[in-house]
């Protein structure tokens, strides 16, 4: 068996393996698990060719025609537009092909399938022409539920280095995109063009961030001046959505105001300050269709962003959510109109029971546009668990149709992630969005399951760790609590829970025995 234990260290039999699509130019990667039956199980991977590369291959660099704009590309028609008009980009073929984790006659989801979706507007790939090491991927209802990972560097802690390193450790878990949210460093465009160049996934952000370090953290130095280069900025380096809080609108400011924890977004408060610093109308509301045209020009794809998410479960669905949502949906008939794809933001703290309404308004408002939530969280009283209250809301609302998962650490409302949060987060959201995809029945979604069940069945404990999220975990539970003569083998045909006497599975085999069910 390929399986090793080395020094207690789990190392499974993974290889990676390609898929090529229609040319050489489409070569789609998975994981291999390889088990010791002969079986194997096919896994997506997020990793990218060498994960520990300074700078990646440009893998979609011949995926769209572009024009140069100076030290930038600018795309001739969006992905979005050439899905309107019939076209099938290599960006949608790649995409059929890892959702499928096939290229044939049989694939599940057919390039088509994917260019419907997209052009319906109830699909998006984000794919900056400027982020060319980007691999295509799809945020969509009828696809696998996706998850993203936060990161960013701040005046208080982190910088190059630590970042790419926790880019690197999202991507070892199954990070499908990372937002980049650095406040507060000198260098920011060169630690966000560091990160895209290291990034096979793509990459977020939200822009007013930079734009108030710009305004020297001042809101009342914030015009739209300093904003719109900021996108435009972003957008050339190659940033493939951006988060923009246009919804938020003064006539929803009172109601905002009767809530427990008022605004707990941190890019809706920076745009309410600045609207009652002036009182006028939100900036990126006034200016949207400017927006636009930015993010059409370099085929960024726009998040629009929920800057009234409820904070706790009191403030959940009041007149200041719902009314946000409202906007959204018009501002996201507006992105379609103008052939820029988008997705919508979503809460934040939700009890259970109004879940499915939360869905069920996203897909009224905005058109079944993707959803992207944050949680939801179920409850507020778990600080330190809060990856687990969120994960419970999370599973839910996916099983319902949210596109994409943004994860939550068990540093949630206490401080920032360590390396140990991000992993506890990442692997809990990977599982939400799992089991969501279960439930959803997706093509494929069971393989890996049935896998582990007959290993489970057959006390091949090498395979059921190497099948699972974090093999290492698995096999550091298993060993900590066998006798040393069996821990040091794969082959013990019971666990430390029943032991040899009472294991229920040995004692199934009788029952199988009996009815020749084996």
């Known amino acids: 068996m390929a399986h090793k234990t080395t020094n207690k260290i789990f190392t499974p039999d993974i290889e990676r393996i390609s898929i090529q699509g229609s040319s050489p130019l489409i070569n789609v990667p998975f994981n291999k698990i390889n088990l010791s039956n002969g079986d194997s199980v096919l896994t997506s991977t997020v990793e990218g060719p060498d994960v520990n590369a300074k700078t990646l291959p440009k893998v979609s660099e011949t995926y769209a025609p572009y024009v140069i704009d100076g030290d930038a590309r600018k795309v001739k028609k969006t992905i979005l537009e050439r899905a309107k008009e019939g076209e099938i980009t290599p960006h949608m073929e790649y995409v059929a092909i890892r959702e499928s984790y096939k290229n044939s006659a049989d694939m599940p989801f057919t390039p088509e399938n994917v260019r419907e979706e997209v052009a319906k507007g109830t699909a998006v790939i984000p794919a900056n022409i400027n982020h060319t090491e980007c691999e295509p991927m799809i945020i969509g209802k009828h696809f696998s539920v996706k998850v993203n990972a936060n990161i960013g560097a701040s005046s208080l802690s982190s910088g190059f280095d630590e970042e790419i390193k926790k880019l690197r450790l999202s991507l070892k878990f199954g990070a499908d995109t990372v937002m980049d949210l650095s406040t507060g460093i000198d260098d920011l465009g060169g630690l966000r063009s560091a990160i895209l160049r290291a990034s096979p996934v793509p990459i977020g952000t939200v822009p007013v961030y930079e734009a108030l370090d710009r305004a020297h953290g001042d809101v009342n130095l914030l015009t739209w001046e300093l904003f719109r ?6 957008a050339r380096q190659g940033v493939d959505y951006f988060t923009i809080h246009a919804g938020l609108l003064n006539d929803l400011l009172p109601h905002a105001a009767k809530r427990i924890l008022g605004i707990v977004s941190r890019g809706g408060s920076i745009m309410a300050s600045a609207m009652i610093r002036t009182d006028s109308e939100n900036m990126a509301y006034e200016h949207f269709d400017e927006l636009i045209e930015i993010c059409h020009d370099y085929d960024v794809a726009l998040s629009l962003g929920d800057g009234l998410r409820p904070g706790c479960i009191s403030d959940a ?15 996201a008939k507006r992105c379609f109109d103008a052939g820029v794809q988008c997705f ?24 079944k546009a993707p959803f992207y939530t944050l949680g939801p969280l179920v409850t507020d009283i778990a600080p330190g668990y809060d990856h687990i209250t969120s994960a419970i809301g999370g599973s839910m609302i996916a099983s319902f149709g949210t596109a994409m998962l943004c994860y939550v650490t068990p540093a949630e409302h206490l401080a920032l992630p360590t390396e140990q949060d991000v992993k506890t987060g990442l692997i809990t959201y990977k ?60 082959e013990p045909a019971f666990c430390s829970m029943c032991g040899p006497r009472f294991c229920p599975i040995r004692l199934n085999r009788k029952l199988q025995a009996k009815y020749n069910a084996k």
């Open 431 to 490: 599982l939400a969005a799992h089991a969501a995809d279960l439930a959803k029945n997706l093509p494929g979604a069971k393989l890996r399951d049935d896998a582990m069940a007959k290993a489970r069945a057959d006390f091949r404990w090498y395979d059921q760790f190497a099948l699972s999220l974090d093999p290492q975990n698995a096999y550091d539970v298993w060993r900590a609590q066998m006798p040393e003569e069996c821990a040091n083998s794969h």
């Open 344 to 367: 919508i933001e979503g809460p934040g703290h939700v009890p259970m029971n109004k879940v499915y309404e939360n869905q069920e308004l996203q897909e009224k408002f905005c058109d």
């Open 317 to 331: 669905c009041d007149k200041a959510q719902y009314g946000e949502l409202e906007n959204i949906g018009k501002l």
């Open 229 to 234: 280069d900021t996108v435009i900025d972003q």
